[in-house]
C-alpha cells in the first residue's frame, strides 16, 4: 500500500510541474530567492516595538507608511509593465527595493524611518504587476491557476524558511537583516537580468490602438474588476493581520520574535505540503463557493486568535486561516487574470496590486488604534466581522459573473491550448481564442452560426485565406471562463468581463 501511495504521490507531482515553459521557472526561481530574503515586512512591527521601544501606534503608522509607498507605485509600476515592458520594470524595481531595505536599517531618527520605510513601499510593490504580467503572458489560459499556485508556493517556502531564520537573526541584530534581504533582492534582479526575456505579447496595428485605449479611467469603470478589487482588499486586510497584528498582539502577550516566527512560520509549512495537492482539488470547481468559503474561514480564523494563550494554539489559528488562504489565492489571481485584456495586464494588474497595497496602508493603522484603545481581542472580532462581508459580497458578485459567463468552471480538455500560435488558415476558431468544449474545430467541417468568428467580430481577426463555405455573422457567446485565453474589450458597454 505504501509504495501504491508513494508511486501516486510522485504521479501528482510530475503532472502537477509538467508542461509549463523554462521562463516560468526562471521567474518562479526569482520569486523564491526574494522571499528568501523577506524580512522587512514580517519584522517591521517587532523591530520598532521590541528592539526601538516605539508604541504600536507608532509601528502602525510606520507599516502604513510602507503601506502608502505601495498604492502609490502599484498604478505607476502598472502602466510602465504594459509601456516599457514587464523586464525592465521588474529590473529598476528590485533593484530600488535592494537599496531602501539596505538604507531602512541604517535610519535611527524616528521621521526618516517613516520616510525610508514609504520609498522600500514603493519600491518593492512596484515589482509586483510585472511578475504577474509575465506570468500570464508565458503560461498557456488552461495551466495558470496551477501556475499561480506553484508561484505561491514559492512564495510561502521562502516564507517558512525566512520567519524562521530571520526571527533567529532578529534576535542578535536587526540591522543583518535588512542587509540580507537587500542582498537576495539584487541576486532577483542579475537572475531576471540574465535568464528573462520580454514577455509582453507582440503587438499588431490594431492591438496598439486598444491598448492606447485601455487607461486607467478603463480600469476604474469595469464595475464588476472594481467589485473584485474591493472585495480582495477586505480579504487582504484579513492576510495583513499575520505581520502586522500577529506580532503586536504576541509581544504584549510576552512573546519573543522568535516565538512569533516558529508560530507564523507554520503558514508556510503548511502551503508548502497543501498548496499543490490542494489546488489539484479545486483547479476545476466552482469558483463562487471557493471564494465565499476561503473569505469565512480567514475571518474566522484570525478571529480564534482571541482565544490563543500559548504558542501552540497561536500555531493552530495560523492553520486555519491558512487553509483558506490556500484556497483563496490562486482562485482570486485566476479571476483578476481572466478578467483583464492582453494588452493592459499592466494596469489591471496594477489596479488589483493597489487593493493589497491599500490593505498594508489601512491595517496597520486599524490593528495599533484597535490594539491600543480596546485590546486584541476586538481586533481578532473585527477579522470574524470582515471575512463575513466579503463572504457575502463574493456571493452576490460571483453569481453575476456566473450568468455572464465569466465564472463557470471547465476543464481544460477541450480547449484549445494555444496562445499566440496563429491558426491554420482555413480554420474557424481565432488565433487566440479558445474552441467551446462542444464543438468541432476542424479546419475542414463549416463553423456553427454562432461560432465567434464572425469576420465582423470585434475580437477574433478574419482568417487568412477565405472560408470553405459562407458563415453567417453572429454575436459572439459569452467569454469562457477559467483560463479563457480572449479576454473582450475593455470599456465595453454590454457589460463585458473585461477588468
Same mark, same amino acid.
Given at each position: ?409 471547465? *476543464? #481544460? +480538455?477541450? $480547449? &484549445?491550448? @494555444?496562445?499566440? /500560435? ?5 480554420? %474557424? !476558431?481565432?488565433?487566440?481564442? =479558445? ?11 463549416? *463553423? #456553427? +452560426?454562432? $461560432? &465567434?468568428? @464572425?469576420?465582423? /467580430? ?5 482568417? %487568412? !485565406?477565405?472560408?470553405?463555405? =459562407? ?13 479563457? +485565453? ?14
Amino acid at each position: 500500500m505504501s509504495a501504491a501511495v508513494l508511486t501516486g504521490l510522485r504521479r501528482a507531482a510530475r503532472e502537477s510541474v509538467s508542461g509549463l515553459p523554462r521562463e516560468f521557472w526562471w521567474l518562479w526561481t526569482s520569486t523564491l530567492i526574494n522571499r528568501l530574503g523577506a524580512f522587512v515586512a514580517t519584522f517591521m512591527a517587532l523591530y520598532l516595538t521590541l528592539d526601538r521601544g516605539y508604541s504600536a501606534s507608532y509601528a502602525g503608522l510606520v507599516a502604513s507608511l510602507h503601506g502608502l509607498g505601495g498604492v502609490v507605485s502599484s498604478l505607476g509600476s502598472g502602466v510602465m509593465t504594459d509601456r516599457l515592458g514587464r523586464r525592465p520594470t521588474l529590473l529598476v524595481a528590485q533593484v530600488c527595493t535592494a537599496v531602501s531595505v539596505a538604507l531602512l536599517g541604517f535610519m535611527r531618527d524616528p521621521v526618516a524611518i517613516a520616510a525610508v520605510a514609504f520609498l522600500v513601499g514603493m519600491a518593492s510593490n512596484a515589482s509586483r504587476p510585472a511578475v504577474q504580467a509575465m506570468m500570464a503572458d508565458i503560461v498557456r489560459p488552461e495551466d495558470r491557476v496551477r501556475a499561480f499556485s506553484l508561484n505561491y508556493w514559492a512564495i510561502n517556502l521562502g516564507f517558512a524558511v525566512s520567519s524562521a531564520g530571520a526571527g533567529l537573526v532578529a534576535q542578535y541584530s536587526y540591522l543583518a537583516g535588512f542587509i540580507g534581504e537587500a542582498a537576495l533582492t539584487l541576486v532577483c534582479a542579475v537572475l531576471v537580468f540574465l535568464k528573462l526575456p520580454e514577455s509582453r505579447p507582440v503587438r499588431t496595428a490594431v492591438e496598439q490602438a486598444d491598448e492606447s485605449a485601455v487607461r486607467l479611467g478603463t480600469v476604474l469603470r469595469d464595475g464588476r474588476f472594481m467589485s473584485v478589487v474591493g472585495l480582495s482588499f477586505l480579504v487582504a486586510l484579513l492576510f495583513q493581520q499575520a505581520s502586522v497584528g500577529l506580532p503586536v498582539a504576541m509581544g504584549r502577550d510576552g512573546f519573543s520574535s522568535a516565538d512569533y516566527g516558529m508560530a507564523v512560520a507554520v503558514n508556510g509549512v503548511l502551503i508548502m505540503v497543501l498548496q499543490i495537492p490542494v489546488t489539484r482539488f479545486i483547479e476545476h470547481r466552482d469558483p463562487r463557493r471557493l471564494l465565499i468559503i476561503s473569505s469565512v474561514v480567514a475571518g474566522y480564523g484570525f478571529g480564534l486568535t482571541a482565544f490563543a494563550g500559548s504558542i501552540g494554539l497561536y500555531a493552530l489559528t495560523v492553520c486555519v486561516w491558512t487553509l483558506a488562504e490556500i484556497v483563496n489565492a490562486p482562485t482570486q489571481t485566476g479571476l483578476v487574470v481572466r478578467l483583464s485584456p492582453v494588452h493592459g495586464r499592466g494596469r489591471y494588474q496594477g489596479m488589483y496590486m493597489m487593493s493589497w497595497a491599500g490593505a498594508a496602508l489601512v491595517a496597520p493603522l486599524m490593528s495599533g488604534v484597535i490594539i491600543d484603545r480596546f485590546g486584541a481581542r476586538w481586533l481578532w472580532a473585527t477579522c470574524a466581522v470582515l471575512g463575513t462581508v466579503a463572504a457575502l459580497g463574493y456571493g452576490v458578485l460571483m453569481r453575476r459573473l456566473t450568468g455572464d459567463g465569466a465564472a463557470t468552471p471547465t *476543464a #481544460p +480538455a477541450n $480547449r &484549445s491550448t @494555444s496562445r499566440v /500560435s496563429p491558426a491554420p488558415a482555413n480554420r %474557424s !476558431t481565432s488565433p487566440v481564442s =479558445p474552441a467551446p468544449a462542444n464543438r468541432s474545430t476542424s479546419p475542414v467541417s463549416p *463553423a #456553427p +452560426a454562432n $461560432r &465567434s468568428a @464572425s469576420p465582423t /467580430s470585434p475580437i477574433s481577426p478574419a482568417p %487568412s !485565406t477565405p472560408r470553405r463555405r =459562407p458563415v453567417t455573422p453572429a454575436r459572439r457567446p459569452p467569454s469562457a471562463v477559467v483560463g479563457a +485565453a480572449v479576454p473582450p474589450s475593455p470599456g465595453c458597454p454590454d457589460g463585458s468581463t473585461s477588468r
